[in-house]
Antibody, heavy 124, light 110 residues
Framework: EVQLVESGGGLVQPGRSLRLSCTAS????????MSWFRQAPGKGLEWVGF??????????EYAASVKGRFTISRDDSKSIAYLQMNSLKTEDTAVYYC???????????????WGQGTLVTVSS | QSALTQPASVSGSPGQSITISCTGT?????????VSWYQQHPGKAPKLMIY???KRPSGVSNRFSGSKSGNTASLTISGLQAEDEADYYC??????????FGTGTKVTVL
């Protein structure tokens, strides 16, 4: 069964850091780019960033709202993608989802599968 | 770039067909056949329903179909069922390693 499971969410104070993990199973993790999205309560989906597969250089792209504060990495040997979040703000409060990203000839195709999400609450 | 424009809500009775539009520009929807659609039930993760404009992933009902004309993509749900009540988002590649999501549409089954 293809599955993504996020972990690491919780309550954190503003200015602190948190690292989310996304553990994959049921597919060849290393062949896929991996992306993170978030969804604030009652809001739509917001893209956070993605990391390409090693075949495409393993490079990253980020949304302007998190660039410089968030870092995505991957460990293909463990089939895990990470989202390191630093200098957290109250507006970062959201459910965070990881997804697989199929790239078509090197460009962004579609997002599948999706994890169940993990809640991050930034509050003092 | 700006979000793709979707109607805030669409409704229909069981058994009817509904269509959700997704309007972009010549820089995104109009230029690439990389439009995808996602279904999200309340409190649940999004689910891929359509990719590459009109292809269905394995396991997705053939009641869901996608199309594109010019700068507008569409998702049609035929034989509407209660379980189809959810939020739907479109997405398009927009060039230069960027993509754009739609504003989201709430589908209500009357």
């Amino acid at each position: 069964e293809v599955q993504l499971v996020e972990s690491g969410g919780g309550l954190v104070q503003p200015g602190r850091s948190l690292r989310l993990s996304c553990t994959a199973s049921g597919f060849t993790f290393g062949d896929y780019a991996m992306s993170w999205f978030r969804q604030a309560p009652g809001k739509g989906l917001e893209w956070v960033g993605f990391i390409r597969s090693k075949a495409y250089g393993g490079t990253t792209e980020y949304a302007a709202s998190v660039k410089g504060r968030f870092t995505i990495s991957r460990d293909d040997s463990k089939s895990i993608a990470y989202l390191q979040m630093n200098s957290l703000k109250t507006e970062d409060t959201a459910v965070y989802y990881c997804t697989g990203l199929t790239m078509v000839q090197g460009v962004i195709g579609w997002f599948d599968p999706w994890g169940q999400g993990t809640l991050v609450t930034v509050s003092s | 770039q700006s979000a793709l424009t979707q109607p805030a809500s669409v409704s229909g009775s069981p058994g009817q067909s509904i269509t959700i539009s997704c309007t972009g520009t010549s820089s995104d929807v109009g230029s690439y056949n990389l439009v995808s659609w996602y279904q999200q039930h309340p409190g649940k993760a999004p689910k891929l329903m359509i990719y590459e404009v009109s292809k269905r992933p394995s396991g997705v009902s053939n009641r869901f179909s996608g199309s594109k004309s010019g700068n507008t993509a569409s998702l049609t749900i035929s034989g509407l069922q209660a379980e189809d009540e959810a939020d739907y988002y479109c997405c398009s590649y927009a060039g230069s390693s960027t993509f754009v999501f739609g504003t989201g549409t709430k589908v209500t089954v009357l």
